[in-house]
T-cell receptor, first 113, second 113 residues
Framework: DTGVSQDPRHKITKRGQNVTFRCDPI?????LYWYRQTLGQGPEFLTY????????KSRLLSDRFSAERPKGSFSTLEIQRTEQGDSAMYLC???????????FGQGTRLTVV | AQSVSQHNHHVILSEAASLELGCNYS??????LFWYVQYPGQHLQLLLK??????LVKGIKGFEAEFIKSKFSFNLRKPSVQWSDTAEYFC???????????FGTGTRLKVLA
């Protein structure tokens, strides 16, 4: 499968713990996006990378959230001191050209207990 | 702030019925418009997109959408739905000057066999 790959698919964590998710985009795509989706809502933008540069970041992304894309390939999203409100599906997408079609991964479902 | 509205949250149709899902956005400048579909248990997939040119765009599986600039709308249509069209449909907009895609809250379509 040469689509966007996310790991893990599911994560259950206790409140206050740190979690990290990984996204592997489609290999030739240098644009990468992170989104969050909660029940009954559409995906909400979190952040955008062009190669290794983080060019746009949502105000939704509190200081407990950090994303990296160190070599312009895979990306990680870390949430520190998780809260129950962080429970959501975290989606990664990639595209070849900014503004063009974004291809989504299957997401990581986070449950904070 | 830019936003996307999908007024129909749940739609139930019988097979062979016609479908129209509404999508309105708030932004006065240049936009790229998308419809994504999410089948049960699967990731978001692109149905169709509009960047410029003919405002009537055709996508996969017999879907089409019409961009009406004066109404800030990009409604999705299909003349005759099938049971396999049961899914959640998301309208998305990317505006000039930003990299992010803004999604609507989605419409859950259920097609009865």
């Amino acid at each position: 499968d040469t689509g966007v790959s996310q790991d893990p698919r599911h994560k259950i964590t206790k409140r206050g713990q740190n979690v990290t998710f990984r996204c592997d985009p489609i290999s030739e795509h240098n644009r990468l996006y992170w989104y969050r989706q909660t029940l009954g809502q559409g995906p909400e933008f979190l952040t955008y990378f062009q190669n290794e540069a983080q060019l746009e970041k949502s105000r939704l992304l509190s200081d407990r959230f950090s994303a990296e894309r160190p070599k312009g390939s895979f990306s990680t999203l870390e949430i520190q001191r998780t809260e129950q409100g962080d429970s959501a599906m975290y989606l990664c997408a990639s595209s070849l050209v900014a503004g063009e079609v974004a291809f989504f991964g299957q997401g990581t479902r986070l449950t904070v207990v | 702030a830019q936003s996307v509205s999908q007024h129909n949250h749940h739609v139930i149709l019988s097979e062979a019925a016609s479908l129209e899902l509404g999508c309105n956005y708030s932004y006065g400048g240049t936009v790229n418009l998308f419809w994504y579909v999410q089948y049960p248990g699967q990731h978001l997939q692109l149905l169709l997109k509009y960047f410029s040119g003919d405002p009537l765009v055709k996508g996969i599986k017999g879907f089409e959408a019409e961009f009406i600039k004066s109404k800030f709308s990009f409604n999705l249509r299909k003349p005759s739905v099938q049971w396999s069209d049961t899914a959640e449909y998301f309208c998305a907009v990317r505006t000039s000057g930003t990299y992010k895609y803004i999604f609507g809250t989605g419409t859950r379509l259920k097609v009865l066999a």
